[in-house]
């Protein structure tokens, strides 16, 4: 997943430029502030009173349920997963609240009952995202395993639009993500959280379903919701770490770092026109060993999750290397296969698969993402 720090192009493109406030791009060459999550409620380790005013905020509480018996080991990294993944939606949604609570240049709202709104949803939503965190890490505890704290994080967002359309973004790749997490422990035999997992993926598109209106997108996306699995996830977080920040090596979570997969077309992936069409992507494979046998050549495909069709894999063309570096197309099927919505892409050495679990042991580069938008027609969406 790569963001391009040209977002603000999407809300041209969206006609919605006069809606939106404007962009406050940060002076040239300025280094983001790395933003810490605030510590001041005692998350992620809140005392029992500071927990009742999470609670208390989240509209409701964690489970009382005893922990299950036992894990088996190949769990772990999904529970260090959701762990990492909510801290990183903990700092997200804290810097948002700030920037509008703040009137921060480009999310200085102009309607201050809207703005109030918008803030009373935001601290909702921040509060559940810190219960989803500490459930996945009392899970850890409970089995004396490594439980992920929060590093320092960056944010390619500028405005309140882009921050909404990457929200709107991220937790649709959470959603895929949370099915892999609830497939992935039942094969290994732990039924038991299952159910919660279920039960955080619907609140997840809950909250989607407000981003997606405020975007003048229709809030349900799809029938069935794209896929994701847990090590495309794990990549696609690291653009948003400060470098090296983190307080523990990034290895005490075991799964794959995968090099970012770019998607030229559109605006880096947002509001791609639905359409069948070439879709351009460009790829970095320095470090990579597993490529040294494809630089140069053409013998590799993109793989797409889309919904719950298996994954489908078309072969790149009009391939340019300049060293390890490469750009090329492949297709994008749009209309056999209805791909509004999210699609996740990967660069894959093989064209053949029959599970969306299989694709990883073959990517070289990912998640590149691409969604295509229906939009609602007479929605004054954006009026803020
Ligand atoms: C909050 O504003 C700062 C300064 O413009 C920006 O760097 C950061 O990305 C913003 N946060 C979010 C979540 O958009
Ligand atoms: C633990 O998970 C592995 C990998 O899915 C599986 O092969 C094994 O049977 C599981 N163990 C138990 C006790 O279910």
Redesign the pocket.
């Known amino acids: 997943m790569y963001f391009p720090t040209v977002l603000s192009a999407v809300t041209a493109v969206a006609g919605l430029a006069a809606a939106a406030p404007a962009g406050h791009a940060p002076p040239a060459g300025a280094a983001p502030t790395p933003f810490v999550i605030p510590t001041d409620d005692g998350f992620p380790n809140p005392n029992p009173d500071q927990l009742k005013v999470i609670q208390q905020i989240a509209d409701g509480t964690l489970s009382n349920a005893a922990p299950p018996a036992k894990i ?4 772990f990294p999904v529970f260090q997963l959701i762990s990492f993944n909510e801290q990183f939606e903990v700092a997200f949604f804290s810097s948002l609240i700030y920037n509008v609570t703040n009137d921060v240049p480009g999310f200085a709202l102009k309607n201050p009952k809207k703005k109030d709104e918008l803030l009373d949803i935001l601290e909702t939503v921040l509060a559940q995202e810190k219960l989803h965190a500490i459930n996945a890490g009392k899970t850890l505890a409970n089995f004396k395993q490594f439980v992920p704290v929060p590093c320092k994080y960056q944010f390619p967002t500028a405005n309140i639009y882009d921050a909404i359309a990457l929200a709107d973004r991220f937790t649709a790749l959470v959603m895929g993500t949370l099915q892999d997490a609830a497939q ?1 422990l039942a ?4 039924v038991g959280p299952v159910r919660g997992v279920a039960s955080s993926l619907g609140q997840e598109g809950q909250q989607d379903g407000f981003y997606r209106i405020l975007l003048s997108k229709k809030p349900s996306e799809k029938p069935f919701l794209t896929t994701n699995v847990a090590a495309f996830a794990f990549s696609a977080l690291q653009q948003f770490i400060v470098p090296g920040s983190c307080p523990f090596p990034l290895s005490n979570i075991k799964l794959p770092i995968f090099t970012p997969l770019q998607v030229l077309t559109g605006a880096g992936g947002f509001d791609v026109e639905a359409r069948d069409q070439h879709i351009a992507y460009k790829v970095d494979l320095t470090g990579v060993s597993t490529a040294d046998a494809h630089i140069g050549k053409s013998d590799l495909w993109i793989t797409y999750f889309s919904g719950q069709l298996l994954p489908i894999s078309m072969p790149i063309v009009n391939v340019k290397w300049s060293g390890r570096v490469a750009t090329f197309e492949a297709e994008f099927p749009f209309s056999a296969n209805e791909m509004v919505g999210l699609s996740v892409a990967a660069l894959t050495t093989s064209g053949k698969f029959t599970s969306p679990g299989e694709v990883v042991g073959a990517t070289l580069a990912a998640p590149g993402l691409i969604q295509v938008d229906d939009r609602v027609k007479s929605w004054d969406g954006f009026k803020l």
């Open positions: 088996n080991e190949s769990s992935t094969r290994n035999g732990d």
